[in-house]
């Protein structure tokens, strides 16, 4: 047995003769019936020699006479090292450190078995250049040798384990002639002839565990560590190791270290946005570095990131030679099961960033895909989004997903797939938005439940919104609107998302012939523009096209609600003298049809253009009296309404006695709506409360403040509300 930094000749001697004939791998692999990737993993030494008469198949297309077929079988029986990880390998320092320590252990024989590290992770991700690392920084420990052997577990199901077992045996020195033609005899043998012996086995691209167990060495003093892209859950192991992308740093230096590290210090900011384009896979950074390598001219770094900006260019530039992002890929895709290949393809549709069970269900036309998706993430084809039962792709898998989906799936079945998507996102959207109807039934998901999977799925929901519009599906858009209402006052999202959601439901309203649900939509969409959107110039137009369709339709509940949103527009528009009186006025007409949610929402609104016209102790006043509406249970039996209601109120009263310098009263307001805050779960109700506290805490001079203050700047942060955190960040200063 040999050592870690021996050459293998093997490789050299193939790659001089079929230079000397001049002939390219492609023309080689045909003469000889032997597979391109084998032909180059041989010559890269990236595997253990070949057997006997796939030497003589190459000597024989390669013309070589009696004397040269000899040394090619010399070379081809007696393997003496590994094959060195890339030059460029970068990063992965606590993987290393990990696998060092393991060898330590491992020479100790303290485990008192062999010591098994599995290293598994998506295509490209340098599964093999790890282990190579890895071995070349542990070989001294192995006295008795390190050892590499393909398992090919990439093309189907890998290398026979007889085939393995005679190639082990032949780099434990055993002539051909004398490796046992029986199976398990071989398995016998090998494991007798490393029973005390220290070696390190590196057992590459291993198809499963059935694959790896004969091959495991018999001595508690020896390491193997596999690679796979598959977990490989039944293999008993010391460590188990699940490689990620390269972090943003670390992919920018690998790029360096291909392409030069002159040319992407010229191109800082171009290099950046390359490594995020090729998803921080050392794969694709090594050929876009390569890519760049090749390139003299300025400006190189700028323009490849511009071109892999379009997805559809993006797999067909991460391609160099016999490197190639897509073909990896393709290879793990063809080994998937049928169904959860045509899942995989299908997932292609799924709008964002990741998806739950249901989903993948729904496109499967299945009760349920949860063991298809587990064998996806198996294969590491997907990625555990980070909680149970939640997925996400790699961008270029998902690149790679949406080719196979146009390739493999005929256009009907994904239509069909893509309908039933829509109809299950959009009916789980609309039934846990009802949830928060103050005339719902109480039935279907807690408000909790609701929420948090309204706001996990809300990229799929709402694209889907966004999708089944587009493709005339009217009733469920205007269902799905309705019901978001009342949640759209809980929940921010983007801002323009309501807007255009409530715009969607307009439409689908007047699609339908609806003017009843016209003019709901268009309150609705005179809401979202004005509080939301940031158009009050909309809100204005929309409310009072509301108010003359419900003059028209004698719907005086609909006419009170316009008169709101019309007040609400003024006040948003910056002009609260026109919103008091206008609010007054609404409050009035929301009493006339018996709606005391909306009569207490316009007296606290009106409350709020007092304080800003000038009178913040009548707006005390207002908001005390609507405190005491919303504390009667028989006036607001909901109790989320309830809740809601209260923390509003209580906010307000906060920003009332704060205008009136009552900062102790101010800040026992802000404490109180905090308790009713539960109900929400919203960071920026809560952010708002925190800063009107924190500014009242640090008006009395409590050592508290602070703390408060940057607790309302990280809420504000969470709710993406920038201009609110800098307001807070304001007032932190002097208090620090």
């Not at 699940?242 to 030069?260: C, H, Q, S």
């Not at 050929?287 to 300025?298: D, E």
């Not at 019309?566 to 009035?588: I, M, N, S, T, V």
Request: hydrophobic letters at 45%.
């Amino acid at each position: 047995m040999t050592s870690f930094g021996q050459q293998q000749r093997f490789g050299r001697l193939l790659l001089d003769h079929r230079r000397a004939a001049g002939l390219t791998q492609a023309e080689l692999a045909r003469r000889s019936g032997t597979s391109v990737r084998a032909i180059g993993d041989l010559e890269r030494e990236r595997s253990l020699a070949p057997q006997r008469a796939t030497v003589d198949a190459l000597a024989t297309a390669l013309g070589l006479p009696p004397d040269a077929t000899a040394a090619l079988h010399r070379a081809a029986a007696a393997p003496d090292g590994l094959p060195a990880p890339p030059t460029d390998f970068t990063g992965r320092g606590p993987e290393l450190a990990r696998l060092r320590a393991l060898a330590w252990a491992a020479v100790s024989g303290s485990a008192g078995t062999v010591t098994i590290a599995a290293v598994s992770g998506q295509p490209g991700l340098g599964k093999t250049c790890l282990a190579l690392r890895a071995a070349r920084d542990s070989a001294g420990r192995f006295p008795d040798g390190v050892f590499h052997l393909d398992l090919l577990g990439a093309h189907g199901a890998g290398l026979p384990v007889p085939d393995a077992l005679s190639r082990l045996l032949r780099a434990c020195g055993v002539a051909e002639s004398q490796v046992p033609a029986d199976a398990d005899a071989r398995g016998a043998l090998y494991r007798s002839l490393t029973h005390d012996r220290r070696m390190l086995l590196i057992l590459d691209n291993a198809a499963d565990e059935a694959q790896i167990r004969p091959l495991l060495p018999g001595s508690a003093h020896s390491m193997v560590l596999v690679t796979s892209r598959r977990l490989l859950p039944g293999l008993e192991t010391s460590a188990r190791i699940l490689l990620d992308v390269l972090p943003p740093e670390n992919a920018v230096r690998l790029l360096g270290r291909t392409a030069g590290p002159g040319r992407i210090a010229a191109e800082a900011t171009a290099a950046a946005d390359l490594a995020r384009l090729c998803g921080g896979l050392p794969l694709a950074l090594r050929i876009a570095g390569n890519r760049l390598r090749r390139s003299t001219g300025p400006g190189a770094v700028g323009e490849l990131a511009g071109l892999m900006r379009y997805e559809e260019h993006r797999l067909d530039l991460l391609g160099a030679g016999d490197q190639q992002v897509r073909a990896v890929l393709a290879l793990a895709y063809r080994r998937l099961d049928p169904a959860a290949r045509r899942l995989f393809r299908l997932l292609a549709l799924v709008p964002g960033t990741e998806f739950g069970a249901p989903a993948a269900a729904a496109l499967a036309g299945a009760e349920t895909a949860g063991d298809l998706l587990e064998e996806l993430v198996d294969a590491s084809m997907l990625e555990p989004a980070g909680t149970a039962f939640r997925y996400r792709f790699h961008d270029l898998i998902r690149l790679f997903a949406t080719e196979a989906l146009h390739d493999d799936e005929p256009a009907a079945a994904r239509d069909a797939a893509e309908s039933r998507m829509i109809h299950d996102l959009i009916g789980r959207a609309t039934a846990a938005g009802l949830r928060f109807h103050p005339d719902g039934d109480g039935s279907g998901p807690s408000w909790e439940t609701a929420t948090a999977w309204l706001d996990a799925d809300f990229a799929l929901w709402s694209e889907a919104a966004r999708r089944a519009a587009a493709r005339g599906m009217h009733r469920p858009v205007l269902d799905l609107a309705e019901a978001m209402h009342w949640f759209s006052d809980y929940r921010r999202y983007d801002p323009g998302w309501w807007a255009e959601l409530f715009g969607l439901g307009l439409a689908a309203a007047r699609a339908l012939g609806s003017r009843p649900e016209e003019v709901a939509q268009l309150n609705y969409l005179s809401w979202a523009c004005g509080y939301y959107a940031g158009r009050p110039a909309d809100a204005v137009r929309y409310a009072t096209e509301a108010l003359a369709l419900a003059g028209t339709l004698g719907n005086r509940t609909e006419a009170a609600w316009a008169r709101v949103y019309l007040a609400a527009a003024h006040l948003r528009g910056g002009d609260p003298e026109r919103a008091r009186p206008a609010y007054l006025a609404a409050a009035a007409a929301m009493a006339e049809v018996g709606d005391a949610i909306g009569e207490d929402q316009a007296s606290r609104h009106h409350g709020v253009t007092l304080r800003l016209t000038g009178d913040p102790a009548g707006a005390a006043k207002t908001h005390r009296s609507v405190l005491a509406r919303f504390r009667d249970r028989a006036r607001h039996p909901d109790e989320f309404q309830r809740a809601t209601g209260m923390n509003a109120t209580l906010t307000e009263l906060g920003h009332d006695l704060a205008a009136l310098g009552r900062w102790a009263e101010a800040a026992g307001a802000y404490r109180a709506a905090l308790t009713w805050l539960p109900a929400l779960g919203d960071p920026w109700h809560e952010a708002q409360i925190l800063a009107g506290l924190g500014a009242a805490l640090d008006e009395l001079g409590d050592p508290e403040a602070p703390g408060v203050l940057r607790r309302a700047a990280d809420r504000f942060a969470e709710a993406n509300d920038p201009r609110g955190r800098a307001e807070v960040l304001d007032r932190l200063r002097p208090a620090r």
